[in-house]
């Protein structure tokens, strides 16, 4: 596997520090159970290592078993009420036919229709779930076999040893990893995704790409949600993350004030991975200190060690306490 | 370029230990200078009236510099005393102790100009030792300071400087970084962190005085809370599971300079307290009795800033919101992170304005058309213009210096005197020893005072931006502003916005972009609110 950064030099093999985000944000994501975890690394300079993490967790995700077309169909029927969208085309699901999906059309009203003309009748079709590219409203597609990501090789080649990740999991959107992007604009995180790159068989993607992150249109398949600090808004609705990876203190100091600001909204309940840049100033250093401090009255170390970072990476882990 | 990740990496891995030699230097005559000047301080800011107080922060602002610049041991040592009078007044309104302390610190003071400076000759010979044997070196320091360094040697150039966090991020990795000053993250001589927590040098030679202390948790690693230098000097244990510990820090400390016993003052003690704990000390006592503010700086990427009280919210407009309703916001400097924004600072005019309108800046152009009139009059020699001021209670150090400033052309702000009895005396003296009679029209000094003041962003002072109400007033106009502020954001780093002619507020708004906000300075009201190049406000740093 071949790994870029942003002055573009080729390096033949992950660099060790690569390896190890990547093997964090997936134990990271092997290991979330019910005791909320807030995981620190703080790395020697700026870097992509927000998205590495977040990459490591999707990568455990794509190694848990999809959903099945049978749960497919009931979360298709407990949004039956939601207008559904394929391409620019409404419909709204009927039911399940044998496990294709049935859809009647959603004919739009048109004022200026000629009344002459006959009224047009809606169509309904049926075909199987993952040739219709279906997708809530502001969502991104449930399921596709067009559009699934095309990423597996380089997936698998990035995934710790013993991790084995479902074809049919890259046909499905999920949210249960979200990526913070630095206070300062999403610009600056996407410009650090988009720099670094792999490659292998001849096949390159950079981190962007690898994270299927939206970009612009719905019609996607996508695993990982995107989280403005400085709006306060998520690039997609979905499930409430159960990862969130923060890219600098600023994004991690939002995402905790959001998760304290009440104990129902979507990050409540999420386990929180902060990705910080030791070059940072002493004023941003010390107001991760004082919030650390603060969260340790309901947070108590991990004392359980993870693999031993290299060399200019330090690590922290705490539990919530119960 | 930036170096990238992987090779920031390799160089960490690469380097098996990383050396912080600190050399500190002796100097008996200094040492005792230090002692007296300390004496004069804790009196004055115990029992200092304005006038007074403002030629401690003076000195306190030179014994700073003192101790974190190589700055060669000249007159200004002699200069800085001397603006506490003569032997007679400091007497009377001191006491014997301090006068005595004033006459040794004058008298040591001229010694030390005849030996010339340790720290100097010291730092002198490393970096041509360096340079000699094509050892990659970097000095971290102020960039004001630059000049005392490249005074050193002939082979020092620009690019041997690093100046900040930005700066120290984006350098390539060297074999020697050079600092002078004990390690700080705040005030005078302060610098990253990361020097200690992401060398990119296997060597830090300190060049310090001898009695100045580094801060114990200097080399901070984020996660974990610990500190290289707690640790250097044995405060707490060591893990190597920390990057503290991984990164392998050890220290070397020598000591050089003039190590000899000064037989004419009888000196041979090294400071006894540091000065900066000192400093803090006496500072923070005054600011208690005084009720001075915690505040906020707010600095701009123009390299201007604002100081605002800590707790006091601010105005500002976020270009990245996209809902424009949510883009102007009400925030504590304290509580939200600004970077990016614009600060939005309102130049509403009050009753009292009259005519006066900063734009056309009608009354910077007459005053500073006579000032510079005398300073062409007197190319060389300016010391009679400033010994004129000086007897008006203009006790400013480097009065020659700042007398060219004021001439400069208004930009973010008119360039002037920060005081308005400074400003007055300077209106003053031109008016009646230079013959300008223009500047002694009725009212003058007061109207141009006020339009300085309006340059400074404080044209709705005086206590009324406390009322909340008046800040959310602020805000909804600003709210129903927002088409103008989206527009008038053309990509500079600072904008105008007019309010509308119908509303109830005639002015204008100024939109700064912020770059940073440095928390915990301790300020009189009286500088609150205005806006300055940032180097003003080093007086109020610790």
Same mark, same amino acid.
């Given at each position: ?322 | ?54 030629? %401690? ?43 005595? %302390? ?66 120290? %991020? ?274 003058? %000094? ?97």
């Amino acid at each position: 596997m071949k790994f870029a950064e942003k002055d573009g030099t080729y390096y033949e093999c992950l660099p060790e520090w690569v390896a190890y985000l990547l093997r964090m944000g997936c134990e990271f994501a092997g290991q979330i159970n019910k005791r909320q975890k807030i995981s620190l690394i703080s790395m020697p300079c700026d870097s992509p290592g927000a998205g590495l993490v977040a990459l490591g967790a999707m990568i455990s995700y794509l190694s848990a078993r999809p959903l099945s077309d049978e749960e497919i169909h009931r979360r298709l029927e407990n949004g039956k009420s939601r207008t559904l969208f394929s391409g620019t085309d409404m419909f709204r699901y009927i039911g399940d036919d044998r496990g294709k999906a049935v859809i009647e059309e959603i004919i739009k009203s048109d004022k200026r229709r000629n009344l002459k003309r006959p009224k047009k009748e809606p169509i309904i079709r049926t075909a199987s779930l993952n040739g219709l590219d279906l997708r809530f409203e502001d969502e991104t597609i449930i399921v596709s076999s067009n559009k699934a990501l095309s990423y597996l090789h380089i997936y698998e080649k990035l995934a710790p040893q013993g991790v084995v990740i479902y074809d049919r999991a890259l046909q499905q959107s999920h949210s249960a990893v979200c990526i913070v992007g630095k206070r300062k604009g999403l610009s600056v995180t996407k410009a650090l995704l988009f720099d670094t790159c792999f490659e292998t068989d001849g096949k390159t993607a950079n981190l962007l790409e690898l994270l299927s992150l939206v970009d612009g249109s719905l019609d996607v398949v996508s695993r990982v949600t995107m989280y403005n600090a400085r709006t306060g808004k998520l690039d997609r609705p979905g499930l409430p993350p159960e990862i969130v990876v923060a890219d600098g203190i600023d994004a991690f100091l939002k995402i905790v004030e959001e998760m304290q600001r009440s104990t129902n909204n979507i990050f409540s309940g999420c386990n929180i991975v902060v990705v910080i840049d030791r070059t940072e100033k002493r004023e941003k250093l010390d107001s991760l200190q004082t919030k650390v401090s603060e969260l340790r009255q309901w947070y108590e170390p991990d004392l359980l060690e993870f693999s031993v970072p290299p060399k200019g990476i330090a690590y922290a882990t705490y539990f919530k306490r119960i | 370029m930036i170096m990238n990740v992987t090779s920031c990496f390799d160089f960490l891995s690469n380097c098996e230990s990383f050396t912080l030699d600190r050399k500190e230097i002796v100097s008996n005559l200094f040492g005792d200078l230090r002692k007296q000047i300390r004496v004069i301080l804790e009196a004055m800011y115990e029992n200092g009236n304005d006038y007074e107080i403002e030629i %401690a922060h003076e000195l306190r602002t030179r014994l700073s510099e003192w101790l974190t610049v190589p700055v060669p041991f000249d007159g200004a040592l002699t200069n800085s005393l001397q603006l506490l009078g003569d032997r007679n007044t400091i007497e009377r309104r001191w006491g014997d102790k301090v006068v005595r %302390a004033f006459e040794t610190a004058v008298s040591i003071s001229e010694s030390m100009q005849q030996n010339g400076s340790p720290m100097r000759r010291s730092l002198g010979d490393e970096i041509v030792k360096l340079l000699r044997e094509n050892t990659s070196i970097q000095i971290y320091a102020h960039p004001r300071s630059v000049e005392h360094f490249l005074s050193l040697c002939n082979a020092l150039t620009e690019e041997h400087f690093l100046y900040g966090n930005i700066e120290y %991020a984006a350098s390539e990795p060297f074999d020697v970084l050079l600092k002078v000053g004990p390690l700080r993250s705040v005030g005078w001589g302060k610098c990253p962190d990361a020097l200690l927590t992401s060398p990119k040098f296997h060597t830090l030679a300190q060049f310090v005085w001898i009695g100045s202390s580094d801060e114990d948790s200097f080399g901070q690693d984020p996660v974990t809370g610990e500190s290289v230098i707690n640790i250097l000097t044995n405060k707490t244990s060591l893990d190597v599971t920390d990057v503290c510990g991984a990164l392998n820090w050890s220290l070397k400390t020598t000591r050089s300079g003039d190590t000899l016993p000064d037989p004419e003052h009888g000196v041979k003690d090294e400071p006894d307290e540091d000065d900066f704990s000192f400093l803090f000390r006496i500072q923070s006592r005054y600011a208690d009795v005084n009720r001075e503010r915690s505040a906020a700086l707010i600095k701009f990427v123009n390299a201007y800033g604002i100081l605002v009280p800590s707790h006091e919210a601010v105005l500002v407009y976020d270009p990245e919101k996209n809902d424009e309703n949510d883009a102007i916001e009400l925030v504590q400097p304290m509580g939200k992170h600004l970077e990016g924004c614009f600060f939005a600072l309102p130049m509403i005019e009050t009753a009292d304005f009259g005519e006066v309108h900063v734009e056309k800046t009608n009354y910077s152009k007459i005053w500073k058309g006579c000032l510079t009139d005398v300073i062409k009059g007197h190319p060389k020699d300016l010391s009679e213009l400033s010994q004129l001021l000086r007897m008006n209670k203009v006790s400013l150090l480097n009065l020659d210096g700042r007398l060219p400033e004021w001439c400069n052309p208004p930009s973010t702000v008119i360039p002037a005197p920060r005081k308005w009895e400074h400003f007055n005396a300077l209106i003053a003296v031109l008016g009646k020893h230079y013959n300008k009679h223009e500047l002694l029209a009725d009212d003058f %000094a007061k109207k141009a005072w006020v339009e300085i003041r309006r340059s400074r962003g404080n044209a709705i002072n005086e206590g009324r931006e406390e009322i909340r109400t008046q800040k959310e007033l602020e805000f909804d106009l600003l709210k129903k502003m927002i088409l103008k502020i989206v527009n008038a954001n053309t990509g500079k780093n600072e904008f105008t916005v007019p309010v509308p002619p119908d509303h109830d507020l005639h002015g204008s708004y100024r939109f700064f972009l912020v770059e940073s906000v440095e928390q915990g300075l301790v300020v009189p009201d009286t500088v609150l609110r205005e806006i300055h190049s940032v180097t003003e406000f080093d007086i109020w740093r610790g």
